[in-house]
């Protein structure tokens, strides 16, 4: 597709279990990013990709957070022992490379219950 | 530490009539700043970023932003708002380092009336 493609859009799951988002960067885009928007808030950063490697991971709240981004291109965000807390819109956004305008997708709007 | 200042939490105007939404920041150096908007279940969406040069700028959709440094404001505008604006509005800023590592403010919800 054209643009960022985030799945799944919702996710209900209980307080406890694994969850891992995925999301498919605009095609060349080399810069990934992922931000958490809680209910009534403007969006935080997580963590930055560029290429396969997490150039700045200072906005994981704590370690039952982690990213990954193997080949470069697409990346997945997975939540160890989700926590009510967790519950959130997860975006995703890349850019072309760091510094050019960044593209966000839809989310990926995570309930735990 | 930096961060970005949305003092309206919500807004209504009559379709029509024009729109002002505040936004003030507070960065050490000279801040790239960006206006988002987010319609329910899309993607954020960029208006306008403000780099350097003209202090006002446009964007798209009709609206503009101008940067005021003694005022360390972003204020975004739009001379006639349609019903289609309502939607939510973020102002954001981009912490230095190279990349695009925005800080958000917490946005301004907009409703218009018809």
């Known amino acids: 597709g054209a643009g960022v493609s985030q799945t799944p859009s919702n996710k209900v799951t209980e307080k406890g279990k694994y969850v891992e988002l995925r999301c498919d960067p605009i095609?060349?885009?080399?810069?990934l990013y992922w931000y958490r928007q809680s209910l009534g808030q403007g969006p935080e950063f997580l963590i930055y990709?560029?290429?396969?490697?997490?150039?700045?991971d200072s906005g994981l709240p704590n370690d039952r957070f982690f990213a990954v981004r193997p080949e470069g291109s697409v990346s997945t965000l997975k939540i160890q022992r989700t926590e009510r807390g967790d519950s959130a819109v997860y975006l995703c956004a890349s850019s072309l490379s760091q510094g050019n305008t960044i593209y966000f997708g839809e989310g990926s709007w995570l309930t735990v219950v | 530490a930096q961060s970005v200042t949305q003092p309206d939490i919500h807004i209504t105007v009559s379709e029509g009539a024009s729109l002002e939404l505040r936004c003030n920041y507070s960065y050490g150096a000279t801040p790239y700043l960006f206006w988002y908007v987010q319609s329910p279940g899309q993607g954020l969406q960029l208006l306008l970023k403000y780099f350097s040069g003209d202090t006002l700028v446009q964007g798209i959709k009709g609206f503009e932003a101008e940067f005021k440094r003694s005022q360390s404001s972003f204020n975004l505008r739009k001379p006639s708002v349609h019903w289609s604006d309502a939607a939510e509005y973020f102002c954001a800023v981009v912490v230095s380092g190279g990349y695009n590592k925005l800080i958000f403010g917490a946005g301004t919800r907009l409703a218009v009336h018809p």
């Open positions: 095609s060349g885009h080399t810069a």
């Open positions: 990709f560029q290429g396969t490697g997490a150039a700045d």
